[in-house]
């Protein structure tokens, strides 16, 4: 295969074949592990009892637990097997500790009677031994679907729930702590007893499976994560073979990939300018702007719109990490807290930057075909108007949600569903999917002529396609219920986060961007049609079950680790030859001087292959290894990770999809390249100091006390609101206000464009 030119192995019917075969595959394997995770999930008994018959909890206190958890804002307040956010504690982990330490009271006092003195080591270590055999020993009866524990143990567990019942139900402080200041839980929103009892079963459940072990087997539901050695939760073996079999095949494979790069770069190298030459001049200059097309001007004001408020949304949430309930002393969390601002920050990232895709698909479209159908404009205004029905209508629904005026039901269809990037209540995921269904079919009918035009129909195919996987692959998020096992939630959360986001989305952009390159003629259409399936057919390969590596510890069989391992690791080795795309894309832009009437656009497309190597690949793999994941979960490597993969590649690409349309609908008296000169370095700039002075090292000290001591112990108020992780918080600040300034910058070039006086030539020209 290495002798044979990459147009004959890789030949235009040959990838479709290998993208389908590919896609058909990938997608059985990753529903039969859906079923396996049906099958093998931690079981919810009807009832948990102790050995003298008292019943503990009932599988309606566990199912209403956690609805009560959802209505609090689920994983924005805290996190539940690592999944969630990282100021308030992993609940389950939580738990798990707290009754560990109890039990071990209670064994210790049995043993020395009522004058209490604390354990030596050497009687810590034989309880521990007490512990670990009591907690990790499965006493789930299939039978009648009933988890007994000791009376013992019924008493610890007893007291753990007295404890989350004051805090969630009281304004009282524990233990001498103010908790809930810590935890940045809201300051006027509590909970009845009641509640806070049912919640305390739901806690309990999760953290049962975190530690018992799986029938006939040595490791817990969630292969003994989290790490907590007073319970006998270590890595398991698997973590560590699949850790080691993950690096290597990153290492071969990225030999192998980049040898055969290599190997055809001459081949590519002249074969990448169009058979006529590269255009002498611009040729979309006369491009016709139908209605359509002007109408989703809107849609980027918008756009800018949703980033603003994610912005000051994000300063908001991070400040509430040193003060817990207040800015600056001002109790703004009475109006907004944590849970409301760190939901609305999260979801406002996946709206805007869809929104950039959606309008940037609708432009396109009638671009590339030279007409709009039939009430095309119709559709897009109408559209736009749905969306932002959406964005205020949820927006609304999970603030009312979370301050408690909802019940339960009408929470979940309404008000807040608690789970990380789908919060929104089902009715707005439903009209939110009915929207992206007009929007794929707003594209379909715009581009389809297109599909007649002879060179570009592979590209025009994979575009359309792509655009019906992203109408479709969001219903993922439909497919769980108000009381669905949270395994297999999760399962589906991680269709659409992954799958739709990271996924499907990401084709949609690579196509539309070499649809632009091929537009401007500066791309032959065979050579982009050729990368374009290539590339999204090793991108599918790792991405599609490189979506298990988000769930090694939701209560999976280890068959998900491994996979995840694998092709997680696969998902990292198309990045590794960006180096090339970007030199090739440096000698795209300098062929020609026209060129330069795209350079913001360009220059935002080239910042995201640096992005997508440190933050998808660098930090992703970082992370992604089962060995380095367990200790890691939900730590602030998340989010290092998370920022510079979400904003770094998708919102960068989104703003420079943007630009490219806003290109054709702002004239060039309008058009200040200064502003953009100072949005994209100060976007770039600010993201990377948030990183390397901020993110990255708490990150990394987290990481470190859960290596030595604990994961409890990473996530605990003494180490989030000790000396160093404060300092660490503050050490953002610079960065934020150099991204602020990006944004503001963008604001700026927004309103000059359309309210201000013309640009000078000064102005139009600044250099990158």
Not at 162 to 187: K, M
Not at 617 to 644: D, E, K, R, V, W
Request: charged share 15%; with cysteine.
């Amino acid at each position: 295969m290495f002798d044979k030119d990459y147009d004959v192995t890789f030949s235009l019917k040959r990838l479709w074949i290998f993208l389908a075969v590919g896609m058909v595959l990938s997608f059985g394997v990753l529903l039969f592990f859906g079923a396996e995770i049906y099958r093998l999930k931690p079981p919810i008994p009807d009832m948990v009892v102790s050995d003298n018959g008292d019943i503990i909890y009932t599988k309606d206190d566990i199912e209403e637990g956690q609805n009560v958890w959802q209505s609090l804002g689920g994983m924005q307040q805290g996190s539940v097997w690592g999944h969630g956010s990282y100021v308030a504690p992993d609940w389950s982990t939580d738990w798990l500790h707290r009754e560990a330490l109890a039990l071990l009271d209670v064994y210790h006092r049995d043993r020395v009677g009522s004058g209490y003195t604390p354990p030596s080591d050497e009687q810590r270590a034989f309880l521990q031994v007490l512990i670990e055999d009591e907690m990790r020993r499965n006493r789930y009866n299939p039978a009648n679907e009933t988890i007994t524990i000791s009376d013992d143990r019924a008493i610890a567990v007893r007291q753990v729930e007295d404890h989350f019942t004051r805090l969630f139900s009281s304004y009282d402080n524990i233990d001498g702590q103010n908790l809930r200041d810590d935890y940045a839980f809201p300051p006027n929103i509590l909970i009845t007893p009641d509640q806070a009892q049912k919640l305390s079963a739901f806690f309990f459940w999760t953290s049962w499976s975190s530690v018992t072990n799986r029938p006939d087997d040595t490791i817990s539901y969630t292969s003994n994560w989290p790490h907590e050695p007073l319970v006998g939760n270590q890595p398991t073996g698997a973590a560590f073979i699949w850790t080691i079999v993950s690096i290597l095949l990153l290492l071969g494979c990225a030999g192998a990939l980049c040898f055969y790069y290599v190997r055809q770069y001459d081949l590519w190298r002249e074969r990448i300018v169009p058979e006529g030459g590269a255009a002498t001049k611009n040729p979309l200059a006369n491009a016709k702007l139908t209605p359509s097309m002007r109408a989703t001007a809107k849609y980027f004001w918008v756009v800018v719109a949703l980033m603003v408020a994610q912005v000051a949304l994000g300063i908001l949430t991070a400040h509430y990490a040193v003060e817990g309930q207040d800015l600056y002393g001002i109790p703004l969390a009475e109006f907004i807290p944590y849970s409301i601002s760190r939901t609305w920050h999260t979801q406002l990232a996946v709206f805007w930057i869809a929104t950039a895709w959606l309008g940037t698909g609708l432009f396109m479209a009638p671009l590339l075909s030279g007409k709009d159908p039939a009430y095309q404009t119709l559709g897009v205004n109408f559209l736009w108007l749905c969306l932002i029905i959406i964005v205020v209508g949820s927006f609304a629904g999970e603030w009312l949600g979370v301050n408690q005026f909802f019940s339960r039901t009408m929470n979940f269809w309404f008000g807040h569903q608690g789970y990380e990037y789908v919060d929104l209540g089902r009715f707005w995921q439903i009209f939110l999917f009915i929207g992206l269904l007009l929007w794929t079919g707003l594209v379909l009918r715009a581009l389809y002529p297109a599909l007649k035009g002879g060179h570009n129909r592979s590209l025009i195919a994979l575009t359309l396609l792509s655009a019906v996987a992203i109408g479709l692959l969001y219903g993922a998020g439909l497919l769980w219920g108000q009381n669905t096992h949270i395994s297999v939630m999760e399962y589906w959360r991680w269709w659409v986060v992954h799958l739709w986001v990271e996924g499907v989305f990401e084709v949609f952009a690579t196509a539309i961007i070499a649809l632009i390159f091929v537009n401007l003629k500066l791309l032959r259409a065979s050579t982009a049609a050729v990368a374009v399936i290539f590339a999204t057919i090793i991108f599918m390969a790792g991405g599609v079950l490189g979506t298990f590596h988000h769930l090694y510890w939701s209560g999976t069989p280890i068959g998900v680790l491994a996979l995840g391992a694998v092709f997680s690791a696969l998902e990292v080795v198309p990045l590794l030859v960006i180096g090339f795309e970007a030199y090739q894309t440096h000698k795209l832009e300098q062929n020609t001087q026209w060129i330069n009437h795209y350079k913001w656009p360009l220059n935002f497309f080239a910042s995201v292959l640096f992005w997508n190597l440190v933050g998808a690949g660098l930090l992703g793999f970082f992370i992604n290894p089962p060995l380095a994941l367990y200790y890691m979960q939900g730590l602030n490597s998340t989010p290092a990770h998370g920022h510079a993969a979400m904003f770094g590649v998708y919102g960068l690409l989104g703003i420079g999809l943007m630009l490219f349309c806003l290109r054709s609908l702002i004239p060039d008296n309008r058009w200040s390249d200064k502003w953009l000169q100072q949005a994209f370095w100060g976007l770039n700039i600010g993201l990377a100091m948030m990183l390397g002075l901020s993110l990255i090292p708490q990150g990394i000290y987290q990481a470190y006390i859960s290596f030595t001591e604990s994961y409890w112990l990473a996530r605990a108020p003494e180490t989030i609101h000790g000396p160093v992780m404060t300092a660490l918080v503050w050490a953002r600040v610079p960065g934020d206000i150099v991204f602020s300034w990006g944004i503001f910058s963008i604001v700026m070039f927004m309103y000059r464009a359309y309210f201000g006086q013309p640009v000078n030539e000064k102005e139009q020209t600044a250099k990158a």
